[in-house]
């Protein structure tokens, strides 16, 4: 009777135990995926609404797992972040970024700044800074041309530590901005004192915004403080021309979503990079 009664409590959910099994195979073939060159980086284009003009360019992960094919990091970040392998796939992913952005520059496009994802275990682990050092030496990437974005929950942990890490960071020149902006604390006391570049906008904001005038007022609110603080603001997940017109609007600098483009692999980001007309 024990016996039984354990297994019913152990088969009690299918669901669970199939999930129990995805997050094992998900962790145990992370840890093999560096060596065996599974990671990927697409590109997604970030565009100025005065010029038209490419300014950046978000790398963002694609794991191809040989039998599940492209898995986006929703998929595995967090596993990536509990297992602590995040260290060095983040690592990775900087300089996979900075060395792709060093071949743009010998293309001859000028002033593309490509844009990495820093996890906020990533960052609080500290060494950030000794990672970033290293992928610009290796790449040859000026550092100007290196943002990385952080959330808001990496910063409001507001240790020694991260202030040396950020100031370090600044003072090599790479570029700070802001992600999910807007979800989460809103404090707004750490934007000037880690000399944030940038905020993005979260796109939960910006998907609704033509019909929910809350929204809309949220986004008009915090570009307004950004112009105040002297920050460049992007909008995220831009999906209809309408609302690139109502963020044009609202004076908003940059746009970045499916209506400009998807995340491209690199080949197709780099005809993009050479067929976009601006304007
Ligand atoms: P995020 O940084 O907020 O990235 C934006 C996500 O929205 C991306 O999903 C992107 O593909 C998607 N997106 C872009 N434009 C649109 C649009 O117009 N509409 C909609 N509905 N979605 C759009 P993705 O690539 O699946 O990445 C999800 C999240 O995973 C990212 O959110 C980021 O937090 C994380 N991530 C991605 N790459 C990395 C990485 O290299 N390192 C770390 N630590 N996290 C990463
Ligand atoms: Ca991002
Ligand atoms: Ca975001
Ligand atoms: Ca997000």
């Not at 100031?167 to 707004?188: E, H």
């Not at 949220?218 to 403080?225: L, P, S």
């Given at each position: 009777?024990?016996?039984s ?18 997050h094992?195979q ?21 565009i100025?609404l005065?010029?038209g ?20 990091p ?25 060395r ?8 001859g ?11 906020a275990v ?20 000026a ?24 100031r ?19 404090n ?23 019909d929910?005038?809350n929204?809309a ?39 970045q979503?499916?209506?400009i ?19």
């Amino acid at each position: 009777a024990k016996d039984s009664g354990r297994n019913t409590y152990r088969f009690h959910n299918p669901q669970m135990s199939l999930d129990v099994i995805e997050h094992l195979q998900i962790y145990h073939g992370l840890r093999r995926a560096i060596d065996r060159d599974e990671f990927v980086l697409y590109y997604q284009p970030q565009i100025d609404l005065a010029s038209g003009r490419i300014t950046g360019a978000e790398a963002l992960l694609r794991w191809q797992e040989p039998e599940r094919g492209l898995v986006t990091p929703g998929r595995f970040i967090a596993i990536a972040e509990e297992s602590g392998l995040i260290t060095p796939i983040g690592e990775w992913v900087l300089e996979e970024a900075c060395r792709q952005a060093a071949a743009w520059c010998q293309m001859g496009v000028s002033n593309l700044v490509v844009a990495v994802n820093i996890s906020a275990v990533q960052f609080l682990r500290g060494n950030l800074d000794d990672s970033v050092v290293r992928a610009l030496e290796r790449s040859g990437l000026a550092a100007d041309l290196l943002e990385l974005e952080l959330t808001e929950s990496a910063l409001i942990h507001n240790t020694e530590n991260t202030l040396g890490v950020v100031r370090r960071l600044k003072s090599l020149g790479v570029k700070l901005s802001i992600d999910d902006f807007g979800t989460g604390y809103s404090n707004l006391a750490y934007l000037r004192r880690f000399a944030v570049d940038k905020i993005k906008i979260d796109q939960s904001f910006v998907r609704d915004m033509l019909d929910d005038p809350n929204d809309a007022a949220i986004i008009r609110a915090i570009i307004q403080m950004a112009r105040t603080l002297n920050l460049k603001t992007i909008a995220e997940g831009v999906e209809h021309e309408r609302t690139l017109d109502a963020l044009r609007r609202c004076q908003c600098d940059e746009v970045q979503g499916y209506h400009i483009s998807e995340p491209l692999p690199t080949d197709q980001f780099t005809r993009f990079l050479l067929t976009w007309r601006e304007g």
